[in-house]
């Protein structure tokens, strides 16, 4: 077990809050706004092309000076087998056609992994943000060893011990403990092994008696008492996304807002459908599709995500924001819109208050 700070010491943070990474949410306005306010703002960047997740890392430097973690993708490559694909887009074909629309012809691989070539790996070694982080994977050792022999601090997400362990022994400074409840996309290191869904409080305490490197708790966590919980599990800090969405500095879209203040806050699923991987999404239209739907028919991820892009993008022509990926954690319903520098100064006071 380790009660070890030198976390937040080495990051100089005042608050033991960190901005989840959410690749198409997270902007260079909110990263620094949380970083400015005491605690690590993030950047999602494993979706972004080498060039965009560098101007992204530049404009946030222009606007803080404070540390902020960048977040990479390390999944695996597709597995592509044309037989399921195919049968994927007439699957989808139907809901396509409800608005005058066609799915894609073939599937593409939309994004690719940190670990397909070096080409993202030497971009951070060039601009060095203070923080690189991992989800769905670890980087190799001998890019662990690079990055600390540039000490730039390394997390990594593990939604169960094994994953945990692995990263501890390969170097990883600290774990974010990933629970069910979590929005977004699960950053299970296999998404087709069992998942034993483990809550953020029970996983948190787990790690935190099992390892001897800092815990970061995350998944529900939306307000100070949350935070306050994670804590006296032992949790170094919380790593808080769907909090953050509905902040001014956010890139998401005022559909994706207006459900995250609506019903369908009440409602998240863990859907396959959408992206691929298992991911929490706020209920629409696309999750009530997907409830027929065996996971063992989706394609690999990122592959299934080519058409469910192209069917939110039609659908939203047409007027329907029904299909959209509107990732949200389970604590849905107690997003608060504010400044993210709001947010975070509220979060300090809830923190201190008995």
Not at 69 to 81: E, G, K, Q
Not at 209 to 228: H, S, Y
Not at 283 to 296: C, E, G, Y
Request: with cysteine; charged share 20%.
């Amino acid at each position: 077990m380790s009660s070890d700070l030198t976390v937040l010491a080495q990051l100089g943070l005042t608050a033991p809050i960190i901005q989840a990474p959410m690749a198409g949410v997270a902007t260079p306005q909110m990263a620094a706004a949380v970083s400015k306010a005491g605690g690590l703002g993030s950047l999602g960047i494993g979706a972004s092309t080498v060039a965009a997740a560098r101007d992204l890392i530049r404009q946030t430097r222009m606007l803080t000076d404070r540390p902020f973690n960048a977040n990479v993708f390390c999944h695996h490559r597709a597995i592509r087998n044309t037989e399921k694909e195919t049968a994927w887009l007439n699957l989808v074909k139907p809901e396509f056609e409800r608005f005058a629309a066609s799915p894609p012809k073939e599937l593409s691989e939309v994004y690719k992994s940190f670990l397909d070539g070096d080409a993202m790996f030497d971009m951070l070694l060039e601009e060095r943000p203070a923080v690189v982080s991992f989800h769905f994977g670890l980087p190799t050792p001998s890019q662990i060893k690079t990055f600390k022999d540039r000490n730039i601090l390394m997390l990594a997400t593990a939604t169960n011990l094994q994953e945990a362990r692995q990263a501890a022994a390969i170097g990883i400074d600290a774990v974010v403990a990933q629970g069910w409840e979590a929005g977004g996309h699960r950053g299970c290191f296999d998404e087709n092994a069992e998942d034993d869904q483990l809550g953020t409080f029970a996983l948190t305490r787990i790690l935190v008696q099992e390892l001897d490197i800092p815990v970061i708790a995350a998944g529900g966590i939306m307000d100070g008492a949350g935070i306050r919980a994670a804590l006296n599990l032992g949790a170094v800090a919380a790593q808080l996304g769907t909090a953050f969405i509905a902040t001014d500095e956010s890139a998401a879209p005022a559909a994706y807002r207006e459900a995250l203040a609506g019903e369908s806050a009440h409602h998240t699923c863990m859907v396959r459908v959408i992206s691929g991987r298992p991911a929490r999404c706020l209920a629409n239209r696309f999750t009530q599709w997907s409830k027929n739907i065996p996971d063992a028919s989706v394609p690999d991820y990122p592959v299934t995500y080519d058409a469910g892009k192209a069917l939110n993008a039609a659908a939203t022509h047409r007027g329907d924001t029904g299909y959209g990926a509107h990732w949200a954690g389970q604590g849905a319903p107690l997003s608060r819109a504010m400044s993210a520098t709001q947010l975070v100064h509220h979060l300090i006071t809830e923190i201190q208050t008995d």
